[in-house]
Each structure stands twice: as structure tokens, then as C-alpha cells.
């Protein structure tokens, strides 16, 4: 999952700022628009939880040079053995056909084709004798990957880490793809997964009704168990998936700056949100819609009051790779229910 690091005044310590790291990594209807009335708990009819590899497995052509995001030059040599350290990277090398290379996962890789890999991490930081002792011949990161001990310990012992920016829009998706597959010596695959992926985000957004107003929609961040209520901002990530349905971004309307901000009743009803997007482990943690509203100010807000709730799953919602024209979809199934597409 991509990762993003709260910037309101109040939550500015270093505590929190690591606490958001960590959570980060782990990865509604709209009546007001349509004109109906209802909840939408996201416990619809959801597509499985897997990756759809391309149809032929590539030969990687090595050794390939790439830019790391950190200043860095990354020559890959081989990769047979493969460990990506986010979701969002599993998803793309899996998607380009090279799972059957993957050696180990990280606990925001959730898809099904990666269940029995061995996890490698350590309440959500990364475990460098964890990823040393699978003798990865490649390791893939991206700038919210941490701790930064753990990325040099491992580029100290001879391994090839190459760092990425993180994904936070779609506009990310086509170079996110082109990188990994130029590193992993595919690039030709990784031509036509970007290809495939852009047709079909294309096509979810054509398909998209056509409404009177623009929705707006507040993205939450809830970790109920460690009582982290966050409001979304216009850094958070769920910003250009809210455009790409056809929404606006409650935080970044009421005014918000950077990442996330602590939820208050204030902010909230100042937002004023028609629906309320959320990650579906967040939505339980919080004891679903019914725990939900009884949070600070949401059930005054429109959404709140109508019961307007989009869930998504944690290790799709902000992914920003090959499954995000799924994740399109199943937005607006919820935030446009009853309504041809």
C-alpha cells in the first residue's frame, strides 16, 4: 500500500508521524447527487481478492540499470529471486507475470497468488535479517519504506535495492509499471501491462453516470485498536481515485493542507462529506457503519446522517498500480448504487 505521513500543526511529532508510517504500510452511496437514500456498508459483491497476470510470463533480459528515487544507481544482474517490500509492488510484479520469482511478502500484500509467501516485516517495519535470509537477488522499495536501518543493512550486504516514488495519483500507475519492469529486464511486458491498465482505467471512468453535482467525499483513516481517527487531506493518496469517480475531495475543499489531520467534530462538519470512503479492516476496527458514526462529527455530516459509507479493501485502496481500475469500479458501484454504468 502506498504511505503517507500527516502534516496538520497537531500532529507534527515524530511519534505520530512514525505511527502513520506503520499503519500506512499495512495497509457510500450518495443521495445528494442521485437523489436516493440508503447505506452503502461495502459489503457488496466484490471482485476476489487476486492479480490478473499477463497472459505469458516474460525471460527478464539482465543485467538492467535503473534510477533509484534515493540518488542511487540499482543495477539488477538477476531475478529469480524477487522481494517486494510493499503491496502495491507485489501487485505489479505479480501482474507482469514474475510471481512464481516473489520469495517474500510484506504484511500490505494481501492478494490471494501471494498468501503462503513468508512475511517479512515487523510490526509493519521492514526486517532486514528477514529479507537477507531468503538470499533475495533484487529488492524493491518505495520511499515510505522503512526503517531507513534496514534499507542500508541491506544494500550493505551486496543486494540490489532499488527505491521508488511513492504512488499517489493516477497519473503514477503507467510510470510505477515502467520502472519496476525496466529493473526487472521486462520492459516489453511492462509496456503492455501499462497498456492494459490504462485502457481499463479509461473505461471505468467512461462508464461513470452522469450526475447533477459532484459528490463530496471525505476520506478516514481508522485504526480503532490503536484509536487512530484520521481525516484525509489533499496529500493523502485517495484524492485522485475520489476525482477519477467523479467526486471531490472533502478535506482538500474544506481547506486541509498535507497529508491527514486528526478527526474532530470541527473539521469534519466543516468538511461536510455527502459519503465517507474508508479501508475495509479500518471500517471493522471501528465496529463497522453502527462504530462509525459514533466518532467525533460524523454522524452530522450528510453522510453520517444518511449512512453513506464506501468501503474498500486495504491492500487495493491505495495500491495505484494494475488492480486500480478495479478499485474504480467498486467505488462507484457504492457511491452511485441503483445507477447504470
Known amino acids: 500500500m502506498s504511505s503517507s505521513t500527516p502534516r496538520h500543526r497537531a500532529a507534527r511529532g515524530p511519534a505520530i508521524l512514525l505511527l502513520l508510517l506503520g499503519l500506512l504500510l499495512a495497509l457510500t452511496a450518495c443521495g445528494s447527487t442521485t437523489g436516493t437514500t440508503g447505506e452503502a456498508s461495502g459489503t457488496g459483491s466484490r471482485a476476489p481478492d487476486a492479480v490478473e497476470p499477463l497472459p505469458d510470463a516474460p525471460t527478464p533480459r539482465l543485467p538492467a540499470t535503473a534510477a533509484s528515487a534515493d540518488g542511487r544507481t540499482t543495477t539488477v544482474t538477476s531475478a529469480e529471486r524477487i522481494i517486494p517490500l510493499n503491496g502495491s509492488l507485489a501487485e505489479i510484479v505479480f501482474s507482469l507475470g514474475l510471481g512464481s520469482r516473489v520469495v ?69 500507475v503507467g510510470p510505477r509499471i515502467d520502472t519496476v519492469a525496466a529493473a526487472l529486464g521486462v520492459p516489453d511486458a511492462g509496456r503492455q501491462l501499462k497498456e492494459r491498465t490504462e485502457q481499463r482505467i479509461t473505461g471505468a471512468r467512461a462508464a461513470l453516470p452522469v450526475v447533477e453535482r459532484r459528490p463530496k467525499v471525505a476520506f478516514l483513516y481508522l485504526r480503532g485498536s490503536a484509536s487512530v481517527y484520521l481525516l484525509g487531506g489533499p496529500a493523502s ?21 498535507g497529508d491527514f489531520t486528526p478527526l474532530t467534530s470541527e473539521a469534519l462538519v466543516k468538511a461536510a462529506p ?35 459509507i464506501v468501503s474498500v479493501e486495504d491492500g487495493q485502496l491505495l495500491s495505484y498500480g494494475p488492480r486500480t481500475p478495479q478499485v474504480i469500479n467498486e467505488i462507484a458501484e457504492q457511491l452511485y448504487p441503483g445507477t447504470a454504468r
Open 104 to 172: 517474500a511478502r510484506d504484511v500490505s500484500t494481501t492478494f490471494e497468488q501471494a498468501a503462503a509467501l513468508p512475511v517479512i516485516t515487523q510490526a509493519h517495519d521492514v526486517s532486514a535479517e528477514g529479507v537477507l535470509s531468503l538470499h533475495p537477488t533484487v529488492v524493491l522499495a518505495d520511499r515510505s519504506t522503512g526503517p531507513a536501518e534496514a534499507i542500508a543493512q541491506i544494500r550493505a550486504a551486496g543486494v540490489p535495492l532499488l527505491v521508488l516514488d511513492d504512488a499517489k495519483r493516477l497519473e503514477d
Open 237 to 257: 493518496g485517495a484524492g485522485s481515485l475520489i476525482e477519477a469517480v467523479g467526486g471531490e475531495d472533502a478535506g482538500t475543499a474544506a481547506g486541509l493542507g
Open 274 to 308: 455527502d459519503a465517507i470512503l474508508v479501508m475495509s479492516k479500518g471500517l471493522d476496527s471501528v465496529g463497522g457503519v453502527d462504530g462509525l458514526l459514533k466518532l467525533p462529527g460524523v454522524a452530522q455530516t450528510p453522510a453520517g446522517l444518511d449512512r453513506r
